[in-house]
């Protein structure tokens, strides 16, 4: 279906022409219906395949710009998609009297208080800085006509549970709610029960969890020699773009240290830079000024980066689910790409789960290993319980960001 079909606003159809935008993707074809008839819905859908612009054009269709008041509130899980959000809906609006707002941590928010105040039509927010507000300002949501919990599933993986229950405990009236996730764990199935009214349920992810224009490329290593199979990977495959994913800030920085004496046009970001330092350094990395970005999982999740070849996993994966949002960073909206993963026999459980929860058809760029007989290891429970350890000290630390004002 082309957008022209759709009875839009001009002045939509003239932001998206300019956007280039001339056919729905699947999920927008499949999800604008139900959210412009008000129905609560769960769209579930491959990373990469137009979830923002699915939600945005709907909602900027719908708005009244001579209301001034907050009549669509989005939540995302962090500051770089509440930015990338904003711009994506700002796109679509240009040509309107819609004015959309983010907030986020990072930021004054004496600054964002001031622009709320001035009038906004549709907010975007990060929990912690939304919950600030709440307390803190005359921020009001009685108006709000939609809420979308974006990237759901990530949020409650981040220990936001309580955050989105106190926002949505804020949304006392009618309205509607969108829940857009690339998975489905029970917690989201929970939140949507409790919720949700007879919501429209897509599931568009089930049979290929990854999309198909992607290449999934995968080399065993050693400790010892995976820095230089790095540097003949890059040799060999001379990526236009890519991200390199590390499994922490220390990897990160180990690596970009050793990288940039290599290679030209490097440079790296994690949770531990200033906003505004990550926020230059994407820009950058979107117009193509920056060939290589070394990252930790703050890039993996929600992020569109359309030139982006190739994704490297130069640490291996925790998870098939973290596998999945690496590898979207790449091959998005149609476009093809390559992400190569690198491992060791310690990983060989875990890379045989991904290969079967994302019905890979892998490319093995070394000997492949045996998987069949793989079993689950031994002291998984052990690792399992030093990562909920530091997923609720990070809760804890950002709890205390909220209290100080931070």
């Not at 699915?54 to 962090?78: E, F, M, R, Y």
């Not at 307390?135 to 955050?163: C, H, Y």
């Not at 199935?189 to 992607?214: F, G, I």
Request: glycine share 6%; aromatic share 6%; proline share 5%.
């Amino acid at each position: 279906m082309k957008f022209t079909e759709l009875n839009l606003k001009p002045q939509i159809l003239k932001a998206l022409k300019q956007l280039g935008y001339r056919e729905l993707t699947p999920i927008q074809e499949e999800t604008f219906p139900h959210i412009i008839a008000g129905k609560d819905m769960i769209a579930l859908a491959e990373t990469g395949s137009g979830k923002t612009a699915a939600c945005g054009i709907p909602i900027v269709q719908s708005v009244d710009p001579a209301k001034n008041q907050i009549q669509a509130l989005v939540l995302v899980p962090t500051r770089e998609l509440a930015l990338q959000y904003v711009t994506a809906i700002s796109d679509v609006a240009k040509f309107t009297r819609i004015s959309p707002f983010a907030v986020y941590g990072g930021f004054p928010i004496e600054i964002q208080k001031a622009k709320l105040s001035h009038g906004v039509n549709i907010l975007i927010a990060t929990p912690g800085r939304l919950i600030d507000l709440l307390r803190n300002s005359p921020l009001g949501l009685s108006q709000v006509q939609t809420f979308i919990l974006d990237e759901a599933d990530e949020m409650l993986n981040m220990g936001f549970i309580t955050d989105i229950e106190f926002i949505i405990s804020c949304l006392i009236h009618e309205h509607q709610t969108l829940l857009f996730a690339a998975t489905m764990p029970k917690e989201i199935k929970h939140l949507a029960k409790k919720y949700l009214k007879n919501p429209v349920t897509l599931e568009l992810n089930v049979v290929q969890v990854a999309p198909l224009s992607l290449c999934h490329q995968f080399q065993q290593t050693t400790g010892r020699n995976k820095f230089t199979s790095l540097l003949q990977y890059i040799k060999d495959a001379k990526p236009t773009q890519a991200i390199i994913f590390c499994k922490s800030r220390r990897n990160c920085e180990n690596l970009f240290d050793k990288l940039k004496k290599e290679i030209n046009s490097v440079d790296m970001i994690h949770g531990g830079m200033e906003q505004s330092r990550r926020s230059s350094l994407y820009n950058r990395f979107k117009k193509k000024q920056i060939k290589t970005i070394v990252a930790t999982g703050i890039a993996s999740r929600g992020l569109d980066f359309s030139h982006v070849t190739h994704v490297i996993n130069y640490d291996f994966p925790d998870s098939p689910l973290a596998y999945t949002h690496r590898s979207g960073r790449t091959a998005r909206m149609g476009r093809k790409g390559t992400a190569v993963t690198f491992f060791s026999t310690h990983d060989l459980h875990t890379l045989k789960t991904i290969i079967k929860n994302n019905n890979l058809d892998p490319v093995w760029l070394s000997a492949k290993p045996q998987l069949d007989n793989i079993r689950k290891p031994k002291n998984r429970g052990r690792r399992f319980n030093t990562s909920r350890k530091r997923q609720l000290k990070e809760t804890d630390r950002r709890r205390h960001r909220r209290k100080t004002g931070q």
